[in-house]
């Protein structure tokens, strides 16, 4: 498939196998169907919008690149690696990313969850936002995740999110919207935001 294609499937059984192999598309569509990576990586790298209601599964990784927003509706049950290196990632609905995956928001990039309380992420995710990253919390969300790290530090443990929020961690370096993050553990050089 051509790396500047976007990947569009149809709802039902509609499926897109990787059999492994590191694959780039511009962008991932469809009321469903499903992308099996296997042990392969996906790169999405588009500069519009699109939104894709399937299912992503295997033990290979996803990055998001290109400027623009993909929003995951479906059940992804991937255990690899998820990386938004550019634009936006967003998780509409319950077991959006329900591997446990690791988490990383680069930059520059953005991840939203708008799913009211929690499920969009599996509870051992870990969640990695580098310094100019931000995650964005949609009022009523209140996601648990086994571990958060802020730039360079790790966060203790209990509620993160936005000065709009509630939580009694609270940052506008990092966080948008009036939802919250419950961090379960810490582990390693720790960091507290006043």
């Not at 709802?11 to 469903?32: H, K, V």
């Not at 550019?86 to 953005?110: F, H, K, P, R, W």
């Not at 936002?129 to 443990?157: I, R």
């Amino acid at each position: 498939m051509p790396a500047t294609g976007v990947l569009t499937l149809g709802a039902g059984t509609a499926t897109f196998d990787m059999n492994g192999f590191m694959q780039t598309i511009g962008g991932l569509a469809g009321a469903g169907g499903i992308v099996n990576l296997g042990a392969g990586a996906l790169i999405i790298d588009q500069s519009g919008s699109t939104t894709f209601s399937g299912d992503i599964t295997g033990s290979g990784s996803l990055t998001k690149a290109g400027s623009g927003t993909l929003t995951l509706g479906g059940t992804s049950t991937y255990t690899g690696d998820t990386a938004v290196i550019n634009g936006t990632l967003v998780l509409a609905d319950s077991g959006a990313l329900s591997g446990a995956t690791n988490i990383i928001v680069s930059a520059g990039a953005a991840m939203t969850l708008q799913r009211v309380g929690n499920g969009s992420l599996n509870d051992q995710s870990i969640i990695r936002v580098v310094a100019g990253g931000k995650v964005n919390l949609a009022d009523g969300v209140n996601e648990n995740v086994k571990q958060l790290f802020l730039g360079s530090g790790n966060t203790v443990a209990g509620t993160w999110g936005s000065f709009e929020s509630s939580a009694k961690h609270r940052t506008d370096e990092y966080f948008t919207g009036s939802g919250m993050m419950t961090v379960e553990e810490y582990d390693g050089t720790l960091l507290i935001v006043r």
